[in-house]
């Protein structure tokens, strides 16, 4: 399924995100739990040595050097090197009749760990990231005892480094598996599948898709599609294939085709909300005082000028289907289908419906629908005059100025929300427009 919303992730997004994960893993490592060790050594040509290590504290895990690339058709690896440690705890040796005790402190340097993360998508369209791959190496362990018998302690150190080192190299991908499973799994998945956008429509933002992977940016796709909060149905056309920009200098780019803004209208058609009435008391045009009294240049078989002298009109105006929008690089076009109902407000404020007009884009053609009163019969409209389609024109200027660019500005101040985990907010926002085909489908804005 190809998506009607992309959203792109470059490196230096990736780095930014990098600067707070390596944050978390640091405090995550500095928690390591360490087990309780003992064992013997024997001494050449003296004796065996009986040791225990105990009340292991891990005071700090640094991470100073470490980076996060792409790996093409695979993930995301995290390289960290030059890492190192210190921690102490207590020491205890018996060796026939000697016994002793004491602390210590060991130091754990150059410390070089490389993890892999997978990135996909469940059932319900979340992403998911789990740790595929994880190796640690530890180059240097250095064991410093405090006690009376430093020539003994010495003898069997190498020992115990080399037991630390063991005991390290599997613990810390023990933790960091951990971390991701426990810290960054249910991060990812704070991205929100679906949004409500208000009363009436929603955006499905599930992923068609697991993320992708290349050489310059993590690519998500997701369905990007508007649907109706009342009675969600099949939308009746197809997002055709997106064609990213070739950027790479931001952090983030969200691409949404003409397919996504299209199941805006269809949803809202739908949900019956491109419905909008015009009266004297809605606006008052400046040109004739009004919006529109009878009588009006309409054409000479309907005679309404005669039937209802200075009448005053209400005209509804509504979309007969779904408006459908392309995308260029000069912005957004709309080529809407409007039905526009006039009815005479009579005395009593009953109305009385006249006729209805079907306007398609800059041309129109109109059709009569019911009978106009006074037992007039129902008759087929010959084509508009040059006045009369002046007229339409003047009446849907006043609409669009009026009305439903004022209303459509209104929706669009309060934004709608876009697919973005917890904690993340914007800023240095750009949006450009993108034609990728000579088509309707598929054009994309940035």
Same mark, same amino acid.
């Given at each position: 399924?190809?998506?009607?919303?992309?959203?792109?992730?470059?490196?230096?997004?990736?780095?930014?995100?990098?600067?707070?994960?390596?944050?978390?893993?640091?405090?995550?490592?500095? *928690?390591?739990?360490?087990?309780?060790?003992?064992?013997?050594?024997?001494?050449?040509?003296?004796?065996?040595?009986?040791?225990?290590?105990?009340?292991?504290?891990?005071?700090?895990?640094?991470?100073?050097?470490?980076?996060?690339? +792409?790996?093409?058709?695979?993930?995301?690896?995290?390289?960290?090197?030059?890492?190192?440690? =210190?921690?102490?705890?207590?020491?205890?040796?018996?060796?026939?009749?000697?016994?002793?005790?004491?602390?210590?402190?060991?130091?754990? =340097?150059?410390?070089?760990?490389?993890?892999?993360?997978?990135?996909?998508?469940?059932?319900?369209?979340?992403?998911?990231?789990?740790?595929?791959?994880?190796?640690?190496?530890?180059?240097?362990?250095?064991?410093?005892?405090?006690?009376?018998?430093?020539?003994?302690?010495?003898?069997?150190?190498?020992?115990?480094?080399?037991?630390?080192?063991?005991?390290?190299?599997?613990?810390?991908? =023990?933790?960091?598996?951990?971390?991701?499973?426990?810290?960054?799994?249910?991060?990812?998945?704070?991205?929100?599948?679906?949004?409500?956008?208000?009363?009436?429509?929603?955006?499905?933002?599930?992923?068609?898709?697991?993320?992708?992977?290349?050489? *310059?940016?993590?690519?998500?796709?997701?369905?990007?599609?508007?649907?109706?909060?009342?009675?969600?149905?099949?939308?009746?056309?197809?997002? +055709?294939?997106?064609?990213?920009?070739?950027?790479?200098?931001? $952090?983030?780019?969200?691409?949404?085709?003409?397919?996504?803004?299209?199941?805006?209208?269809?949803?809202?058609?739908?949900?019956?909300?491109?419905?909008?009435?015009?009266?004297? !008391?809605?606006?008052?045009?400046?040109?004739?005082?009004?919006?529109?009294?009878?009588?009006?240049?309409?054409?000479?078989?309907? *005679?309404?000028?005669?039937?209802?002298?200075?009448?005053?009109?209400?005209?509804?105006?509504?979309? !007969?289907?779904?408006?459908?929008?392309?995308?260029?690089?000069?912005?957004?076009?709309?080529?809407?289908?409007?039905?526009?109902?006039?009815?005479?407000?009579?005395?009593?404020?009953? *109305?009385?419906?006249?006729?209805? @007009?079907? @306007?398609?884009?800059?041309?129109?053609?109109?059709? +009569?629908?019911?009978?106009?009163?006074?037992?007039?019969?129902?008759?087929?409209?010959?084509?508009?005059?040059?006045?009369?389609?002046? $007229?339409? /024109?003047?009446? $849907?200027?006043?609409?669009?100025? !009026?009305?439903?660019?004022?209303?459509?500005?209104?929706?669009?101040? /309060?934004?709608?929300?876009?697919?973005?985990?917890?904690?993340?907010?914007?800023?240095?926002?750009?949006?450009?427009?993108? /034609?990728?085909? =000579?088509?309707?489908?598929?054009?994309?804005?940035?």
């Amino acid at each position: 399924t190809n998506p009607g919303f992309v959203v792109r992730i470059t490196q230096a997004g990736l780095d930014y995100a990098h600067q707070h994960g390596i944050t978390v893993l640091e405090k995550e490592l500095a *928690q390591l739990k360490l087990p309780d060790i003992s064992g013997d050594f024997r001494l050449r040509h003296v004796a065996k040595v009986h040791y225990e290590i105990s009340r292991l504290d891990l005071r700090s895990f640094h991470l100073p050097y470490s980076r996060i690339s +792409l790996v093409p058709n695979v993930g995301l690896q995290v390289a960290i090197s030059n890492a190192f440690a =210190e921690m102490d705890g207590n020491w205890r040796v018996k060796m026939y009749f000697i016994r002793d005790h004491g602390s210590f402190d060991l130091k754990v =340097e150059n410390v070089y760990i490389k993890i892999n993360l997978k990135l996909g998508s469940d059932a319900s369209g979340k992403p998911t990231i789990d740790t595929s791959d994880c190796s640690t190496r530890i180059s240097k362990v250095r064991v410093h005892f405090s006690g009376k018998f430093g020539w003994l302690y010495n003898l069997f150190r190498s020992a115990i480094e080399s037991r630390f080192r063991k005991i390290l190299e599997s613990k810390v991908c =023990e933790n960091v598996v951990s971390s991701v499973r426990n810290e960054l799994q249910p991060y990812v998945r704070t991205l929100p599948v679906t949004a409500r956008i208000d009363a009436m429509a929603g955006i499905d933002y599930s992923l068609v898709a697991p993320p992708t992977a290349t050489a *310059q940016s993590l690519d998500v796709d997701l369905k990007g599609e508007f649907f109706s909060l009342a009675h969600r149905s099949s939308v009746p056309f197809s997002p +055709l294939a997106l064609a990213f920009p070739p950027d790479h200098d931001r $952090m983030v780019y969200f691409g949404a085709s003409s397919y996504f803004f299209n199941t805006a209208g269809f949803a809202y058609h739908a949900a019956g909300a491109l419905v909008f009435e015009i009266t004297d !008391s809605t606006v008052v045009s400046p040109r004739n005082g009004g919006l529109c009294r009878c009588p009006c240049p309409l054409p000479a078989p309907l *005679q309404l000028e005669k039937m209802y002298p200075d009448t005053p009109m209400k005209l509804r105006l509504s979309a !007969s289907s779904a408006p459908f929008l392309n995308i260029g690089p000069g912005g957004l076009s709309l080529k809407p289908i409007v039905d526009i109902q006039a009815y005479a407000i009579l005395p009593n404020s009953s *109305q009385a419906p006249l006729f209805l @007009l079907s @306007l398609v884009s800059s041309g129109c053609a109109f059709r +009569l629908v019911g009978a106009v009163p006074l037992g007039a019969k129902a008759l087929f409209l010959p084509p508009l005059s040059p006045p009369q389609v002046r $007229m339409l /024109q003047s009446i $849907m200027n006043v609409f669009a100025s !009026s009305i439903l660019l004022p209303r459509l500005n209104a929706r669009l101040d /309060q934004g709608f929300p876009l697919p973005l985990p917890d904690r993340i907010q914007l800023s240095n926002i750009l949006v450009r427009f993108h /034609q990728v085909s =000579e088509g309707e489908l598929p054009a994309l804005p940035r």
